[in-house]
Nanobody, 125 residues
Framework: VQLQASGGGLVQAGDSLRLSCVDS????????KGWFRQAPGKEREFVAA????????HIADSVKGRFTISRDNAKNTVDLQMNNLKSEDTAVYFC???????????????????WGQGTLVTVSS
């Protein structure tokens, strides 16, 4: 496992959570990173991505205006700030890095890499 996600939990609708993902073993400083999620009985879906320098981001329409993504290359982390959570945000959240370096946030969906252990977010209504 090279990317470790954490920060999930049980919250109420309208609350906020901040997820964090850290490189473990190998570093992904020059790689776009992002978050996907998988709700029970559903396929994994894209949530947010950030380019390798942190200058570009790409956010899914379903969370736009509520979620933001950021990265700290000095700490090898990528965070997902989730505000105004809704019950439909309930899912296991996974972080990933691109399979090739120096690509934009928009390209992460095409070049998404392997998955580590996710973190469960449960939003009660």
């Amino acid at each position: 496992v090279q990317l470790q996600a954490s920060g999930g939990g049980l919250v109420q609708a309208g609350d906020s959570l901040r997820l964090s993902c850290v490189d473990s073993g190998r570093t992904f400083t020059n790689y776009a990173k992002g978050w996907f999620r998988q709700a029970p009985g559903k396929e994994r879906e894209f949530v947010a991505a950030i380019g390798w320098r942190g200058q570009s981001t790409h956010i899914a329409d379903s969370v736009k205006g509520r979620f933001t993504i950021s990265r700290d290359n000095a700490k090898n982390t990528v965070d997902l700030q989730m505000n105004n959570l809704k019950s439909e945000d309930t899912a296991v959240y996974f972080c990933t890095a691109a399979t090739k370096p120096y690509i934009s946030a928009q390209s992460l969906i095409r070049f998404q890499g392997s998955w580590g252990q996710g973190t469960l977010v449960t939003v009660s209504s």
